[in-house]
């Protein structure tokens, strides 16, 4: 069997996309409905809105922007580098996605309840940083990191061709990185 070109995997995609749209105009046009875009217009809700959005936009580009800046950075030193810092970002993905946003949504409700309500109780509301501590966690084993990253990293990564000095050379990144999971958790 040949290997599949990416010039053709993206042609696919295109065609699969502009097939799908048409499909969407054929339904519609059948069901009456008219889609049209809109010209946008700058209303005062819209710039309120805009102005609510702003900081969020701005602080999740920040990390995109640090993690393109970094690997940067990765690149220019010796080999594995890249990999070492791309593998630890991975890992730190996980319990920012799985708990920091998830406790963050589920606590943005009531949380917003009470605000509105202007209830004492919010200053007591659990924050999710708390509960994004295990790679910072002290580690039982003395290493060369006061950190839990490198059994973290061993358990998760090390199989196969991951061997044992992939996973010390990065475990101080992983350690690096979890330092900022609380903040960035809390921000959520």
Same mark, same amino acid.
């Given at each position: ?15 699969? !996309?502009?097939? #799908? ?6 339904? *519609? /046009? =059948? ?7 809109? /010209? ?5 809700? *819209?710039?309120? *809105? ?5 900081? &969020?936009?701005?602080?999740? !580009?920040? +990390? #995109?922007?640090?993690?393109? +800046? ?9 080999? !594995? ?8 970002? /991975?890992?730190? =993905? ?9 406790? &963050? ?8 309840? =009470?605000?509105?309500? &202007?209830?004492?109780?919010? /200053? ?11 790679? *910072? ?20 990564? #090390?199989?196969?061709?991951?061997? =044992? ?14 330092? !900022? ?8």
């Amino acid at each position: 069997m040949r290997p599949v070109n990416g010039v053709a995997l993206a042609w696919a995609v295109t065609a699969a !996309g502009l097939a #799908q749209f048409l499909w969407l105009m054929l339904s *519609c /046009r =059948q069901a009456g409905l008219v889609l049209a875009l809109p /010209r946008p217009r700058l209303t005062p809700e *819209c710039a309120a *809105c805009w102005r609510i959005m702003l900081p &969020g936009v701005f602080g999740s !580009g920040v +990390v #995109q922007i640090n993690l393109l +800046v970094s690997t940067a950075i990765a690149s220019l030193l010796p080999t !594995g580098a890249v990999s070492y810092l791309s593998y630890a970002d /991975r890992l730190n =993905q996980l319990p920012l996605a799985l708990v920091g946003i998830a406790v &963050g949504t589920a606590i943005l409700p009531p949380l917003s309840r =009470q605000v509105r309500t &202007g209830d004492d109780a919010v /200053r007591c509301t659990p924050r999710t940083a708390a509960w994004n501590w295990p790679c *910072c966690s002290p580690c039982r084993r003395p290493s060369r990191s006061p950190f839990a990253a490198h059994p973290i990293l061993a358990a998760v990564y #090390q199989h196969g061709a991951f061997a =044992q000095r992939r996973t010390a050379a990065t475990a101080p990144t992983l350690a690096a990185y979890a330092i !900022g999971l609380p903040p960035s958790s809390s921000s959520r």
